[in-house]
């Protein structure tokens, strides 16, 4: 369950995947050390790095009770990449509709520029 509220010093969070930064792996469980004077959550990643969620993040961490019994498992993992590539299809879905509409729209606004023209030169 992705995370509704920000996660506090201590708490155990895992990374679920999601468009954040290459230093980060699915399913991994990082441990919030420090909350920011904006109170986004700080972690170290992968690299070693400090990281941080906030609140436009916190869909792509789960907070985790027990790290050792809460470990994802295989089957766990794939039904999340699955439910996430199912709501990647439909955004897909709807970004194709929306480019045809565009393109339709940009056609159209060409036919009436260029009726425009035609106006114009025969004046």
Do not use: W
């Not at 991994?28 to 909350?35: D, G, H, P």
């Not at 961490?61 to 994802?72: G, I, K, Q």
């Not at 509709?97 to 030169?121: F, G, M």
């Amino acid at each position: 369950m992705a995370l509704k509220q920000m996660p506090k010093v201590g708490d155990n969070v895992r990374f679920l995947g999601g468009d954040f930064h290459e230093d980060m792996s699915i399913g991994n469980v990082y441990v919030i050390n420090e909350v920011d004077y904006e109170g986004d959550a700080l972690f170290e990643d992968d690299a070693g790095e400090t990281s941080y969620i906030c609140e436009e993040t916190l869909p792509l961490f789960e907070l985790v009770r027990d790290v050792e019994e809460d470990s994802p498992s295989v089957t766990d993992l794939i039904a999340n990449l699955a439910r996430r590539v199912s709501e990647l299809e439909a955004c897909l879905v709807v970004e194709q509709a929306h480019r045809a509409d565009l393109t339709r729209q940009n056609a159209e606004q060409a036919y009436e520029i260029n009726e425009l023209y035609k106006a114009v030169a025969r004046l």
